[in-house]
Structures are given as C-alpha cells and as structure tokens.
C-alpha cells in the first residue's frame, strides 16, 4: 500500500515535499507520482496524493560512524 497525504488548504509542491519527504528537493519525484495533479501550484484542501518511495544515497566516502553501519 502506496503512502499518502491529504493536502491543506495552501499547500504548495515543495511544501508537502518537505513535510512528507523531509526535503524540498524531491519534489520532481511528487509530482511525478501525481501526474493527475502536475498542473496544480496552489492545493485546495483534501487531495489525496500518493508519496513515492525514495531510495535513501548511500555514501561510501564517509567514515563508518557517519555511514549508519559497522
């Protein structure tokens, strides 16, 4: 079952990426798993958009207590 969220009154696509991404910067990949909505800037209240899976980068350049792993 895809993730969802209901949208406020004056949510913007970069707001609701940031609200249920954690970043602004995937809001591309929001709109992309909207596509009945891409022409939206401004949302009423009570849209249900469905938010995609985001693959978390994984970096190998950092040392190990800043990688998450042992």
């Given at each position: 079952?895809?993730?969802?969220?209901?949208?406020?009154?004056?949510?913007?696509?970069?707001?609701?990426?940031?609200?249920?991404?954690?970043?602004e910067?995937?809001?591309?990949?929001?709109?992309?798993?909207?596509?009945?909505?891409?022409?939206?800037?401004?949302?009423?209240?009570?849209?249900?958009?469905?938010?995609?899976?985001?693959?978390?980068?994984?970096t190998?350049?950092?040392?190990?207590?800043?990688?998450?792993?042992?």
């Amino acid at each position: 079952m895809a993730n969802t969220y209901t949208t406020i009154q004056g949510d913007t696509w970069d707001s609701i990426a940031y609200k249920a991404l954690g970043s602004e910067y995937y809001m591309t990949n929001l709109i992309e798993a909207n596509p009945d909505h891409r022409e939206r800037v401004i949302f009423p209240a009570g849209i249900a958009l469905t938010i995609p899976e985001i693959a978390t980068p994984t970096t190998k350049n950092l040392p190990p207590w800043k990688r998450g792993g042992s």
